[in-house]
Structure formats: structure tokens, C-alpha cells
């Protein structure tokens, strides 16, 4: 197991990469939106990304940031979010001390702790799947990065030089989902990082292209399970203050 950590100010981004071992991508403080081919997830503070060997995925900032990362062999097969528990971030953060050290018996215990951590770990969904076709997503990039923006399935469709009812069979197609439904997804994983940064969630509707709280929150609990305002309680519950 190899460990690394790196703090990162608002907008630097980690190009495109992968690694031999699985890699765990923990955020100790801030908020990282992660890219891969496949998709994009957010990843908020007191959560991680599990990474499997081999997929390429670059990493965004969002805010100021602090990065663990672990590298070990742990055979995942997908990419998945995890929530860290209060022991899972003890050990990471035991790890990451641990560079440099030779004492092989505590690195042993502390790696078969994380191991059995990880493998209990609770999973969220917080994917949103991307587009292979090369217009649709570059499309879904630019709505990404401005997700108020509240466009008919109709003007999707002048933006793409395509009719209304193309661009609906293309996203069933590549996506797995309506226009409809993959917008209303990315809104609520790209919400995450101004719930996380403690925005009022009025302000958050707005800047997400709802008109009131109670709307946005509908949509938050139908996709998440649970309401923006326990969202940010877990999450007040699990940062870390301090980074060792």
C-alpha cells in the first residue's frame, strides 16, 4: 500500500491519469469532482472515491482542498463512492504518517484494518453517467460546468443541429436515461459542493436551476434518499478539523 497527500487551491486540477493499484481518493477537506470516460462523480468532504487499476479519470477542485490518496490492491471493480467513517479516516490519515517509516508491523495491522473498512463501507450514488457520442458530450460538459441553465429538450436539440425527438433516442441510448432525468442527476450531484460549503439551500435551488427550496429538495431526497438539509448534517458529523 502506498499513500499520498497533496492540498490543492479552488480550480487546479490533477490531468488525466491512472495507476497500476486500485486508488482510493479521499477528500479530508473541500470538494473534488472526478472525470473519467464513463462519467463524472462528486466527491465532498468525509467521502471517497474507490478508483479500480488501470481507469483513467482526472480530478477537479472544487474550493480549497486536501487530498488523501491510498494505492493498494483491494480488486474493486467499478469506480464507487464511499462514505468514510470516523475509524476508515483515522487510518487514512495514520497512512498517510506513515511515510518514510520502517515499522512493517504497525503498516501491516494499519493496512488490514483499511481493508476491512473499506469492504464495510457504506456506498452513495453519486454518478452521473457521460455520453460516448462526441457532440452529446461535449454538451453535457458545458451543462456541467453552468448546470442553472434550463434548456428545453427542443433547444437542446438546436445547440446539437438535431431534432428534439434525436437527442431524446441519444440520451436513452447513451446514457441509459432521459434528458429530463440525466439533467435533474447532474444538478444533484453538482449541488453537493455548495451544500458542502454550507450555502444556504434556497441559494443553492437557485444556482441549479430551481425556483424554490422545496422544489429542489423534492428532487434531491427522490435521487439521494434524503434531504439536503440531513445531507449537510452528515456531513458537518463526519469532516475532519484537523488534518495531521
Excluded at 13 to 39: F, I
Excluded at 161 to 174: D, G, I, P, T
Amino acid at each position: 500500500m502506498q499513500t499520498l497527500g497533496m492540498d490543492y487551491g479552488h480550480g487546479e486540477v490533477v490531468a488525466s491519469h491512472c495507476h497500476a493499484d486500485d486508488q482510493l481518493v479521499y477528500a479530508a477537506r473541500g470538494v473534488m469532482r472526478v472525470r473519467s470516460d464513463d462519467g463524472s462523480w462528486v466527491i465532498p468532504c468525509g467521502h471517497a472515491l474507490w478508483v479500480p487499476a488501470g481507469v483513467s479519470h482526472e480530478i477537479r477542485m472544487e474550493g480549497e482542498v486536501s487530498m488523501r490518496t491510498l494505492l493498494l490492491s483491494s480488486r474493486v471493480e467499478q469506480c464507487q463512492v464511499i462514505v468514510v467513517s470516523g475509524l476508515l479516516r483515522e487510518l487514512i490519515l495514520a497512512a498517510s504518517r506513515m511515510l518514510g517509516q520502517r515499522d512493517e508491523a504497525f503498516g501491516e495491522h494499519v493496512r488490514a484494518l483499511i481493508q476491512r473498512e473499506l469492504e464495510a463501507a457504506q456506498r452513495i450514488n453519486a454518478y452521473v453517467p457521460m455520453p460516448r457520442h462526441a457532440r452529446l458530450r461535449a454538451w453535457c460538459e458545458r451543462f456541467l460546468d453552468d448546470p442553472a441553465q434550463d434548456l428545453t429538450l427542443e433547444q437542446c436539440g438546436e445547440q446539437l443541429s438535431m431534432s428534439s425527438r434525436s437527442v431524446a433516442r441519444l440520451f436513452q441510448r447513451e446514457v441509459g436515461m432521459s434528458y429530463g432525468e440525466w439533467r435533474a442527476r447532474a444538478r444533484m450531484m453538482l449541488s453537493q459542493r455548495c451544500l458542502a460549503d454550507g450555502m444556504p439551500i434556497i441559494n443553492v435551488a437557485l444556482e441549479h436551476g430551481y425556483q424554490s427550496a422545496s422544489a429542489f429538495a423534492a428532487v434531491f431526497k427522490r435521487i439521494l434518499g434524503y434531504t439536503p438539509s440531513d445531507w449537510q448534517g452528515s456531513l458537518q458529523a463526519s469532516a475532519e478539523p484537523h488534518l495531521h
